[in-house]
């Protein structure tokens, strides 16, 4: 495919420019899908890797292209500001080494309030690209350049070292939550007291990604409390906090935790959704009647995919409309289309993929 654009934008400029475009366009769409879907609950690999491969023969246009890709990304940018575009725009600024270019769409990102596709564009080039960038960003004043320095650590799993001893207690809550996550996933025990320390912050996040840290490092009896406070408050940390909350321990304590949510129907899908962070597929039964009722259908769901992914290639198992399943349901989710199964087909399919089920009383 990258041989198709080489002969295409070295062809007459007309088709170029149209070639150059829509590549620009293509990548900026692709990425943002991408992204979208990898915070799907659990997400599809498969198709996130899929899409990859799309967006990648997209970037590689992109690369023929050199400069001539710039002004339809600087239009694209200043139309749309959105994450796929700043996807490209940092993509490109990093790809042909112009800091200034770097300089100005975090200029831009920073008017936009936008710096997913920032950190997207950085995590998608290999470390030794971006290494003196987040060297430089690691040690700045300004926050945003030191929270992107860390995301990109993050991404790749480059453990900054003594810089990161700083960077946990960061006056920027923002950049210390993201560089205790990454103090977590680097299992940096030197650093365990600055996570316990953090469990006294004012910030939510700095709190929930200290208890996440320190659940990492097998500490997980400190910061039970806070996590299941975290997953029960919701946000967009919640499902992180509710897997870290299980993932603390002990089994049956977390099962009896899970339990009393069952009881109030505000906190109910939390529950369902915990149960299948255990990986107990002896659950299945019960899980395909919590799928019967529309308050607990979507956190079923995604429990059984998660326990049973190879199910995610049965489409018959999956409803196209909510109205398929029942009125309840139709009225239930109203405009609001998110991916569920059918019970009965999924009661079905486990008599020959899961182990034997009976109906949950």
């Known amino acids: 495919m990258a041989s198709v654009s080489a002969q295409l934008i070295a062809s007459p400029q007309r088709i170029a420019v149209e070639v150059v475009r829509q590549h620009v366009e293509q990548a900026a769409f692709l990425w943002a899908q991408r992204d979208t879907w990898s915070l799907e609950d659990p997400p599809d690999e498969a198709v996130i890797a899929e899409i990859g491969q799309r967006l990648e023969i997209n970037l590689d246009g992109l690369r023929i292209a050199g400069s001539a890709a710039w002004p339809f990304v600087d239009r694209q940018l200043a139309d749309f500001p959105d994450k796929g575009e700043f996807f490209v725009a940092g993509w490109m600024a990093i790809e042909q080494e112009d ?4 300089d100005s769409t975090i200029e831009a990102a ?18 030794q690209k971006i290494g003196k960038l987040v060297r430089d960003w690691l040690g700045a004043h300004d926050a945003l350049l030191r929270y992107l320095g860390v995301a990109a650590c993050v991404a790749h799993g480059v453990d900054p070292k003594r810089l990161l001893e700083r960077l946990v207690r960061d006056p920027d809550s923002d950049t210390r939550a993201l560089s205790l996550r990454l103090a977590g996933k680097l299992k940096r025990t030197d650093l365990a007291q600055e996570m316990e320390a953090a469990m006294q912050a004012e910030d939510d996040a700095v709190r929930l990604w200290a208890g996440w840290a320190l659940t990492e490092l097998g500490s997980g009896d400190l910061a039970r409390a806070e996590l299941r406070s975290s997953a029960v408050a919701g946000g967009s940390d919640a499902l992180s906090a509710l897997r870290a909350a299980v993932k603390a321990g002990p089994e049956k304590e977390v099962r009896a935790w899970l339990g009393g949510l069952m009881k109030s129907s505000q906190t109910a899908p939390i529950a369902v959704r915990g149960i299948g962070m255990l990986g107990d597929r002896a659950v299945l039964p019960w899980l395909i009647e919590r799928m019967r009722e529309p308050a607990l259908a979507v956190a079923a ?30 009225e239930h989710f109203g405009d609001d289309q998110p991916a569920l199964l059918l019970a009965d087909k999924v009661e079905t399919w486990a008599k020959t993929n899961a182990r034997p089920i009976a109906r949950a009383g």
């Open 99 to 102: 800091e200034k270019r770097v």
């Open 110 to 127: 920073r008017q936009a309030g936008e710096r997913r596709g920032l950190v997207g564009a950085f995590s998608w080039h290999k470390p």
């Open 301 to 330: 769901g995604s429990s059984f995919l998660e326990l049973f992914p190879v199910a995610r290639e049965e489409t018959k198992l999956f409803a196209n409309d909510a109205a398929q399943i029942g009125p309840n349901f139709a």
